[in-house]
Nanobody, 115 residues
Framework: QVQLVESGGGLVQAGGSLRLSCAAS????????MGWFRQAPGKERELVAQ???????KYVDSVKGRCTISRDNAKNTVYLQMNSLKPEDTAVYYC?????????WGQGTQVTVSS
């Protein structure tokens, strides 16, 4: 069982930056593929970025060049650095972890970008 706790969300003006963190419990964090998803009001949850256990990353086109996902296995934490934020980035951001077909989710953190 893995517990994921997100932090770092908040209100920011367009063009600003935020760094989201997701702290995981357990001793096997380094073996998990981790991801950040987001869900805006009235929309489906969508993938933002992923990082696998080897450090390979993947991004949705809308955030390429603006966001960077990274992980610190010593701290059991995955990060999402978001720059040049836009109002359309407003959403609840969720962290997830995947290992051996089992998917875990955090509770989410709100990101609001004002124009």
């Amino acid at each position: 069982q893995v517990q994921l706790v997100e932090s770092g969300g908040g209100l920011v003006q367009a063009g600003g930056s935020l760094r989201l963190s997701c702290a995981a419990s357990g001793r096997t964090f380094s073996t998990y593929a981790m991801g950040w998803f987001r869900q805006a009001p009235g929309k489906e949850r969508e993938l933002v970025a992923q990082i696998d256990s080897s450090g390979f990353t993947k991004y949705v086109d809308s955030v390429k060049g603006r966001c960077t996902i990274s992980r610190d296995n010593a701290k059991n934490t995955v990060y999402l650095q978001m720059n040049s934020l836009k109002p359309e980035d407003t959403a609840v951001y969720y962290c997830n972890g995947l290992r051996y077909g089992t998917l875990y989710w955090g509770q989410g953190t709100q990101v609001t970008v004002s124009s």
